[in-house]
T-cell receptor, first 109, second 119 residues
């Protein structure tokens, strides 16, 4: 079982919709989590860090459920510019970060 | 944006030739990483470095070697390129030592990528 798993999608949603992605992790020792955004043919860029139960930044909300070992990303009022692949990342101690394969989002006009 | 550059950005080469990709940072970060990204596989760690001359293998290290003689440079070498090494290669840097739990120092910053095609 891969350490970080995501639904690959694609999620096709209309502009203005609310969309949520889940990510599950298998390492219970994971201490911090991140969501990265990757545009087509570009490098991943940090979207949000998740250290405690959750984090909110404008239209984006990330939540962490340690008991069930999953992290979610909620995007409200989707914009065309939100179309991208969203990567879930877990981190534990002094080991390399572990990336999920990503969830593809397409926001449609 | 963090100062991290990769070169070359694009390269086409033939099977059996050596290839070296360079990652250069101006942030004085301790950790540097090389990933490859392929459809259906996501980002996979090749090698990483936790200091000058200190490197370790990732999950897909076969066929690759690395060197870090200076803090700012991390080189990835394919001694004899194969078609299976056609990929997009990303370098990344991280400031933290790993023990700073719940810290922005654990965030990875990526370079723009190097697209390698092996014919």
């Amino acid at each position: 079982r891969k350490e970080v798993e995501q639904d690959p999608g694609p999620f096709n949603v209309p502009e203005g919709a609310t969309v949520a992605f889940n990510c599950t992790y298998s390492n219970s020792a994971s201490q911090s989590f991140f969501w990265y955004r990757q545009d087509c043919r570009k490098e991943p860029k940090l979207l949000m860090s998740v250290y405690s139960s959750g984090n909110e930044d404008g239209r984006f909300t990330a939540q962490l459920n340690r008991a069930s070992q999953y992290i979610s990303l909620l995007i409200r009022d989707s914009k065309l510019s939100d179309s991208a692949t969203y990567l879930c990342v877990s981190h534990s101690g002094n080991t390399p970060l572990v990336f999920g394969k990503g969830t593809r989002l397409s926001v449609i006009a | 944006d963090a100062g991290i550059t990769q070169s070359p950005r694009h390269k086409v080469t033939e099977t059996g030739t050596p290839v070296t990709l360079r990652c250069h940072q101006t942030e004085n970060h301790r950790y540097m990483y090389w990933y490859r990204q392929d459809p259906g596989h996501g980002l996979r760690l090749i090698h990483y470095s936790y200091g000058v001359k200190d490197t370790d293998k990732g999950e897909v290290s076969d066929g690759y070697s690395v060197s870090r003689s200076k803090t700012e440079d991390f080189l990835l070498t394919l001694e004899s390129a194969t078609s299976s090494q056609t990929s997009v290669y990303f370098c990344a840097i991280r400031a933290g030592t790993g023990v700073e739990v719940l810290s922005g120092a654990n965030v990875l910053t990526f370079g723009a990528g190097s697209r390698l095609t092996v014919l």
